[in-house]
Structure formats: structure tokens, C-alpha cells
């Protein structure tokens, strides 16, 4: 895993803008990235002086659960960012949901 950038924290502004200024930051950073996962690659000059044809990929991304909710755009605190559950069947190790996909998620 390679660091590839840190990101801000805001404190000013309400939650609709914090959240636009994340995904801005976001997509700063993995633009680049993007750029060279289409199918291209990108020549890498490696370890052993051989250059390569790289295709990088998003493989890890550690957050905790406020950053997941500010991710996937759910309501804090109340539903889940993996699944549909009902916010209030959330702790029911019992209750089986569907998981949660693009449409069902603020963009």
C-alpha cells in the first residue's frame, strides 16, 4: 500500500458543503489514478531497471464509520452504509436486509 494524500478536515459550513469539498478532495487525488486504469496503463520504470505496463487500481481505502457515512452519502447515525436495514432493526443480529447499491445511495 502506498499513501497517496491526506485529507482535510472541515469544520466550516454545513454538512451538504463539508460533504462537496470531501468529494472534490477525492476526486483530486484518484483522478490521476483513474486516468491510467482504463485499459492503457502506464509505463513504470521498476526495481530491477524494467520497464513495465502498470494498470493501478484502488485496492484499500481504511476508514471509520463517520467517514463511510460521509462516502456513501447515508444518513448519520441512522442507516446503515453496507445494507438496507431499517434504522430502527440496526442492532437485530436476526434481521437479514439487502445490500445497499448505487441507487440506493446519495451520490
Not at 468529494?23 to 531497471?49: Q, T, W
Not at 505496463?53 to 462516502?71: G, N, S, T
Request: with cysteine; proline share 4%; charged share 25%.
Amino acid at each position: 500500500m502506498i499513501l497517496i494524500g491526506m485529507l482535510p478536515i472541515v469544520k466550516d459550513g454545513d454538512a451538504t458543503t463539508r460533504s462537496r469539498i470531501f468529494h472534490e478532495c477525492l476526486k483530486v487525488l484518484f483522478d490521476p489514478i483513474m486516468r491510467y486504469s482504463d485499459g492503457e496503463g502506464l509505463n513504470v520504470l521498476c526495481a530491477d531497471n524494467l520497464v513495465r505496463r502498470c494498470f493501478p487500481i484502488i485496492a484499500v481505502m481504511a476508514v471509520d464509520h463517520e467517514e463511510q457515512v460521509k462516502l456513501t452519502g447515508v444518513k448519520a447515525n441512522t442507516h446503515c452504509t453496507m445494507c438496507r436495514v431499517h434504522p430502527d432493526d440496526r442492532e437485530d443480529l436476526e434481521v437479514w436486509a439487502n445490500w445497499r447499491t448505487h441507487e440506493h445511495t446519495q451520490v
